[in-house]
């Protein structure tokens, strides 16, 4: 494909060239030719003139001709190209001639004629005789032909020249799209850490290699992260099934006490809670990512959906001596509110999970630019630098900080994913060692909560 | 054999130390790289369970400064990330074998077994030393062709000192391999052992060296 654009590209320009060297090669001969005719034409009126002057008309209607004193001028010489001369009265009668056989009087005088290959130029001389003097053109045309057989012979050599030129301009000018081609194949064959190389100069396929090359570097970047994200949910759901597995095999193994068949059951049952976690964040995230094709929209009270995620937690916050507070305005929002209460939930847990024995946890809903909920908390915080990443999926910024029981790394970006596909938008500020502040932010709907009951 | 497991998820590290010590290991566990490490370090262990997703030190750090330091602790990696970049940088950092969770108990064992053998440099998991035939794989001793009953203990014992036969082991790592850490034994429980296994095996099977410790002739 690539080869026949160079070809095609070729045959054009051979083209043109061949047009190009065809004309300006016939324009020059043509000049050529014209200028020797003048040549010719020139000296044979000279000739004529002199015939002319040299012819006295005498009596009886008859002329003398002294050719001598036309200036010794030879006519009917032998060879090619020798000058003839006729001259006819008015009449029409033949009074010399240097050849034999003159033809017939030219029709008119004065003029300038083309014969059979020669030229003749006639004049009218005193007494209305018909002065003829021509010769043959033969040497002329030959000389043109010789000319243009040279023309022809450097025009095709400069043809030549000229595409293999071209032919070689058009393989270095095609080369960044072999390049580019090359590369393109191999990504798309899997390798994606192939690049386009960049030379230095800045034509126009350069910047498409640049376009391209950031192309495959976004690529490459999509599927790094997807990869990554395999890899965190297979070791996020890999770890409590692997505990599932030890442990199951460790208690079957032999007769165990009854106590010892109940820790194991516990640690089993702790291992199936955490899969369920995990399991149940990668499924929202899925059918985030997939865009529910019709999501539940109805109305619901976000400070209501709070309290009821903040009562299922309480216990969960006491056993760490953690006192969850709520509070704000109860403002309405359209959504889906297993879905919103799923997002509270996992911002209060974290606010839980991360926060210090005997530490606050506050939940205000208001009315500020929207549906604001914030889950401030007393914790640890977050580093400046994990900061922009904890909504990443599978994130746990410091992991030598306490894990949150239960937790996979996933309820931040649940939440977002939630807060998003509501309208949202969630935001996380924090100072390290004394809390983080957790807001989401989703357009109040217009319409009418249910009633408390 | 006292083995060191470095793991961070408390439950299944504490099922994995219990299993192990039903399997004759004596198990210390570590709940972080810097902890791994430190132990590591610290005591010569018959191997080390090493996972890679550790708080405060990832795994592959801590396999390389104890390969750095010189330690030649048989390595098995165990993590719940399958790729292959990961396997590939942990063996390539000097890890002995590659485990991925989950995994079949009986697995590890024998896997572990295998590297503590390979160690010592032995290859085949049958030793005989006169009479006795002692199977490493299969935790199995015959005399004589005939089977002979040993206790956890005392087969641990026979165990290190056929593996490092031909030289002296002492007392204290007689102790440390068999009990950790955890254990306070009474200083003559060895001995008693031993009593008991040249009972079973005959006197001259294990040597004596006063004062020194014990030693099975190559």
Not at chain 1, 38 to 64: K, M, N, Q, Y
Not at chain 1, 172 to 187: D, E, F, G, Q, Y
Request: charged residues 25%; hydrophobic residues 45%.
């Amino acid at each position: 494909m690539l080869e026949s654009l160079r070809v095609r590209l070729l045959a054009w320009y051979s083209l043109i060239l061949v047009i190009v060297i065809g004309t300006f090669g016939a324009t020059v001969c043509y000049l050529y030719w014209r200028s020797l005719v003048r040549e010719i034409d020139l000296d044979l009126g000279e000739r004529a003139r002199a015939v002319a002057s040299a012819l006295r008309p005498a009596p009886g209607g008859t002329f003398d001709l002294e050719l001598p004193a036309a200036g010794g001028r030879d006519f009917g010489g032998p060879g090619e190209g020798a000058p003839y001369y006729a001259i006819w009265t008015a009449a029409g009668a033949l009074v010399a001639a240097s050849e034999p056989d003159p033809g017939e009087p030219p029709p008119a005088a004065p003029a300038t004629r083309r014969l059979a290959g020669r030229r003749e130029v006639v004049v009218t001389a005193a007494g209305g005789a018909i002065v003829l003097v021509g010769r043959d053109a033969a040497d002329a045309r030959r000389e043109v032909w010789s000319l243009a057989g040279t023309v022809g012979t450097v025009g095709l050599l400069a043809l030549g020249l000229s595409l293999a030129g071209g032919w070689f301009l058009a393989g270095r000018a095609l080369a960044p799209v072999a390049r580019i081609s090359r590369t393109a194949a191999a990504m798309s064959a899997g390798d994606l850490a192939a690049r386009i190389p960049l030379e230095r100069t800045e034509s126009e396929l350069e910047q498409v290699a640049v376009s391209l090359n950031a192309a495959f570097d976004r690529l490459e970047q999509a599927r790094r992260m997807e990869r990554r994200f395999t890899a965190d949910a297979s070791h996020e759901l890999r770890t409590p099934l692997t505990t599932l597995w030890t442990e199951t095999e460790w208690a079957l193994a032999r007769p165990r006490a009854g106590d010892e068949y109940r820790q194991s059951l516990k640690t089993c049952l702790a291992a199936a809670v955490r899969m369920r976690a995990v399991v149940e964040g990668l499924l929202t995230l899925a059918r985030a990512d997939a865009g529910e094709t019709e999501p539940t929209r109805v109305a619901v009270g976000l400070r209501r959906v709070a309290e009821e995620a903040v009562a299922l937690l309480r216990p969960v916050a006491e056993r760490r001596r953690i006192a969850v507070t709520g509070g704000g305005d109860e403002v309405g929002v359209a959504g889906d509110p297993d879905r919103l209460r799923e997002m509270v939930s996992n911002l209060v847990s974290n606010a839980i999970g991360y926060n210090v024995d005997g530490g606050t946890v506050d939940v205000v809903v208001t009315h500020a630019g929207g549906a604001r909920l914030t889950v401030a908390d007393s914790g640890v915080g977050i580093a400046p630098e994990d900061l922009p990443r904890v909504f990443d999926r599978f994130y746990r910024a410091d992991p030598a900080r306490a894990r949150n029981p239960g937790g996979a790394g996933l309820g931040l970006a649940v939440a977002k994913a939630v807060a998003e596909s509501h309208g949202g938008t969630i935001g996380c500020t924090s100072e390290p060692g004394r809390g983080t502040r957790v807001e989401v932010v989703v357009p109040i709907a217009d319409c009418r909560l249910p009633i408390d009951d | 054999m006292r083995i060191l497991v470095v793991e961070d998820e408390r439950d299944f590290a504490r099922t994995l130390a219990r299993a192990l010590e039903e399997e004759g290991f004596a198990v210390d566990v570590a709940g972080d790289g810097e902890e791994g490490l430190f132990l590591a370090t610290e005591i010569a262990y018959a191997a080390i369970v090493l996972d890679l997703m550790l708080p405060r030190r990832d795994g592959w750090s801590v396999l390389d400064t104890l390969r750095r330091g010189g330690r030649q602790t048989p390595v098995l990696l165990l993590t719940a990330r399958d790729t292959v970049d990961d396997r590939v940088r942990g063996l390539n950092l000097g890890a002995d074998d590659y485990l991925v969770k989950p995994f079949a108990l009986a697995e590890l064992v024998a896997r572990l077994r295998a590297l503590i053998r390979r160690a010592a440099g032995e290859v085949a998991p049958v030793v005989a030393i006169g009479h006795v035939r002692v199977d490493t794989a299969a935790r199995r001793v015959e005399l004589a062709g005939l089977p002979v009953e040993l206790t956890a203990r005392e087969y641990a014992i026979l165990e290190l000192l056929v593996l490092r036969r031909g030289r002296l082991v002492t007392r204290a790592e007689i102790h440390e391999h068999i009990y950790g850490d955890a254990a306070d034994v009474l200083s003559n429980t060895i001995d008693v052992h031993v009593a008991s296994l040249r009972r079973k095996l005959g006197r001259d099977v294990i040597e004596t060296r006063r004062g020194l410790g014990y030693r099975i002739d190559a």
